[in-house]
């Protein structure tokens, strides 16, 4: 995972904390996952999500914005017990491994970004398909307030 500064922070207080980071996925993240994934148009999209989104590609400049609005996840919108930052980040860094596992079996030829962000007690997870021509994402994570942390399937 390639992380800004202040999630190498959180990750590395967490394993001090808790040295085994395995940790299972709550089963109502899960359930945004089983689903599976949906294409419309050349986005890919949780099928959970896409119809709650109430919004179509053509009202975003590109795909990458549809793909990470629609695909935005607020942990805390799921997991209704109230969860102290540390567990919500194990949450977070479980749900983006399981978005990590699950994307490569929508396509073999391609590849995505999940991206996993922590702003004091709010996690979000959300990905995009990688392209070419569009990026969501600053190159330089710093500059980010926010701690940040991108898998790429």
Known sequence: MMTNRKM??????LRLKNKNLSVTLD????????PGLSQVGDAVVLASQKDLAHVKPEDFTDETGYECFVNHVHLTDHITRRTEPSALLEQ???????LADELPRNSETEHFRVILTMEEDECTVRFHKIRASQNWLSSDLDDYEEAIGVLVT
């Open 92 to 98: 977070g860094l479980a749900f983006a491994e399981a």
């Open 8 to 13: 190498s922070e959180l990750l590395d207080r």
């Open 27 to 34: 089963t109502r993240l899960r359930f945004l996952i089983l």
